[in-house]
């Protein structure tokens, strides 16, 4: 299993631009979520979702949008960038069986707004 | 607020000291806490899980603690390597916040050799 992946891992966006960070994860995890990282802080949730068709928002939802249209594939998407999104993006997955709600986190996207 | 705080932000210590990184919790009405690892430059890779009717949770030289009365979570590690420098993050899942995790911003752990 690849677990969590994500693409880009690195993107630089001029204000105002679109982009769409994309995460797939191949555990068959029923959960999935959007995390932001700002240098020297904890995560803060952006979207989550527990299933296919099935989205809602985090703590810092604001200038972000998501679609689940599959079991695997839980995009983030960027719409007019602004600099305070500067910030690394991760995915996370998880399932409500086994050990329940334990996160598997992907590796980051790290975006420059300038 | 429902916050997460991890104190200190940074700690160094040498090779071979036992040491303990602390976790605080502001409402006891949790589902489970969970410690992660985080390298620079890279994602978080879960280490423990505690769910709230644990006392502890034990994995090689790392051992977690959850005392929920006290809103407080521990992480032992034993025997420190400098392997063991990275980030380290606590993060609660509390009751009524669905399935958000509320993050600490880490404790970053220098190992001398």
């Known amino acids: 299993n690849a677990g969590v992946t994500q693409t880009p891992k690195f993107r630089i966006l001029k204000i105002g631009q679109s982009m769409t960070l994309q995460c797939t994860q191949d555990?068959?995890?029923?959960?999935m979520y959007w995390y932001r990282q700002d240098p020297g802080m904890g995560l803060k949730l952006i979207y989550y979702?527990?299933?296919?068709?099935?989205?809602d928002k985090g703590e810092v939802p604001n200038g972000y949008n998501v679609s689940r249209s599959t079991t695997e594939d839980f995009p983030l998407r960027l719409e007019l960038a602004a600099p305070s999104q500067t910030s690394v993006y991760f995915c996370?997955?998880?399932?409500?069986?086994?050990?329940?709600?334990?996160?598997?986190f992907g590796p980051g996207t790290r975006l420059t707004v300038t | 607020k429902q916050e997460v705080t991890q104190i200190p932000a940074a700690l160094s210590v040498p090779e071979g000291e036992n040491l303990v990184l602390n976790c605080s919790f502001t409402?006891?009405?949790?589902?489970?806490l969970q410690w992660f690892r985080q390298d620079p430059g890279k994602g978080l890779t879960s280490l423990l899980l505690?769910?709230?009717?644990?006392r502890e949770q034990t994995s090689g030289r790392l051992n977690a603690s959850l005392d929920k009365s006290s809103g407080r979570s521990t992480l032992y590690i034993a025997a420190s390597q400098p392997g063991d420098s990275a980030t380290y993050l606590c993060?609660?899942?509390?009751?009524?916040?669905?399935?958000?995790?509320?993050f600490g911003g880490g404790t970053r752990l220098m190992v001398k050799p």
């Open positions: 505690i769910q709230s009717s644990q």
């Open positions: 409402d006891s009405a949790i589902y489970n």
């Open positions: 993060a609660v899942r509390y009751n009524n916040a669905g399935n958000m995790l509320t």
């Open positions: 979702s527990v299933g296919a068709g099935i989205t």
């Open positions: 555990m068959n995890h029923n959960y």
């Open positions: 996370a997955s998880s399932y409500a069986g086994g050990i329940p709600y334990e996160q598997y």
